[in-house]
């Protein structure tokens, strides 16, 4: 059985809902990131944060700030990837779970990010992730969805209560749920 859960959709698919479900059950430790839109400017600009996997606080400080996109333009604080992202991965310990919500396009330009990130597919940490389902960043979104070591769920609106059952079996036959 694979170690690793990665649930792929469309933006609003309920992949980040799902994970906050399935985190309420973990009986173990939980580590990595999370990331969430706390702001929305009239012109459509979502500002995009980066927190501690379950700890979203709604702090909105330039340390955590990822960056921030609309349907025309994107900025990205790639220095946030490089030290708060890579770090709350890398300090992830055998003893619990490894969340990372999201994985997408935006740190596709932090080498270091990305390196954390396939090395935990790589190693023995359960991981649950969420990851975009697009082609922007594809090579190395391609390399997250395709890795051997992981079961890639694709989540849409309609089966979402038939994902949420699969990633509960595999969660709870690696002892992370009851």
């Known amino acids: 059985m694979k170690k690793h859960i990665l649930i792929c959709g469309h933006r609003n698919a309920g992949k980040t809902t799902l994970i906050n479900s399935l985190m309420e059950k973990i009986k173990v430790p939980v580590y990595g990131f999370q990331t969430s839109t706390v702001q929305t400017d009239p012109d459509g600009t979502h500002h995009i944060y980066m927190y501690p996997a379950g700890k979203v606080d709604g702090r909105m400080e330039e340390s955590n700030h990822i960056g921030d996109c609309n349907t025309v333009e994107r900025t ?11 770090k709350l991965i890398d300090d992830a310990k055998p003893d619990g779970v490894l969340v990372m919500d999201e994985i997408g396009f935006m740190e596709i330009g932090s080498e270091r990010f990305c390196d954390a990130v396939l090395g935990a597919l790589d190693g023995d940490i359960p991981v649950l992730a969420t990851v975009k389902d697009t082609d922007f960043g594809a090579e190395f979104l391609d390399r997250v969805r395709q890795h051997p070591g992981a079961e890639l769920i694709m989540l849409t609106p309609e089966n979402r209560e038939e994902v949420k059952q699969r990633a ?10 009851s």
Do not use: K, Q, W
Request: aromatic letters at 4%; zero cysteines.
């Open 168 to 177: 509960e079996e595999i969660l709870s036959a690696l002892e992370i749920i």
């Open 76 to 86: 990205v604080n790639l220095s946030v990837f490089d030290e708060l992202g890579a």
